[in-house]
């Protein structure tokens, strides 16, 4: 399938900085201005790799009505974000799944949530459907699913992180004021550590 190249007024941001700000800011934008990273291949980033890897490339299959499609690049024009998604579900009537992979067994996590909403935002404008209310991750470890609704509140949660971000791209020099430090558990294990804590 090819889609047109975006046309937005907007930079495109790619979808995982966005997904990253809500999880912290200060991350963000250490991406944005492509700072040096300290991060050791533990075992993680080896099993996250590895768990990607049956969608590291493009493919289209088929199954009755069902369209499978791997490694899809994404964009909205509108909120200005790009991406790729693992796998997208075409069903009949319009209806249009998001599936993300992920390394380990089942488990509920908000930023996953947030990720499918932002993929959402992208696919609803691409493919102009309102049937897409669900996303679901897909865990390689017992190739279980995790389904998170997508309705209104997901979205508006989407639009709200992607308008952050783009608000603070607004300016000439990216301030780092504007995306703080959450100095908390979750900096064990980022890869910006070394950095962060100067
Ligand atoms: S070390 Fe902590 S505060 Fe700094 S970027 Fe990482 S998660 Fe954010």
Do not use: W
């Amino acid at each position: 399938m090819s889609q047109k190249a975006p046309q937005t007024d907007r930079p495109l941001i790619p979808l995982s900085f966005i997904a990253e700000y809500a999880y912290c800011p200060r991350s963000t934008y250490y991406l944005l201005t492509d700072a040096p990273r300290v991060r050791d291949e533990n075992t993680y980033i080896q099993d996250g790799r590895a768990a990607h890897r049956v969608v590291d490339k493009p493919y289209t299959r088929h199954r009755n009505a069902l369209r499978v499609q791997s490694s899809l690049r994404i964009y909205s024009r509108q909120y200005g974000i790009s991406g790729v998604v693992d796998v997208v579900e075409f069903y009949p009537h319009n209806v249009i799944v998001p599936v993300e992979f992920k390394r380990g067994k089942k488990r509920t996590n908000p930023a996953h949530r947030q990720q499918l909403a932002l993929q959402a935002l992208c696919l609803r404008e691409m493919f102009s459907s309102s049937h897409l209310t669900y996303g679901e991750i897909f865990f390689t470890g017992d190739r279980q699913r995790k389904r998170y609704t997508l309705g209104d509140d997901e979205q508006k949660e989407a639009i709200v992180l992607a308008d952050a971000v783009y608000k603070r791209l607004q300016k000439d020099l990216l301030d780092p004021h504007d995306f703080p430090q959450h100095r908390d558990a979750r900096c064990d294990g980022c890869c910006f550590r070394d950095l962060c804590y100067l």
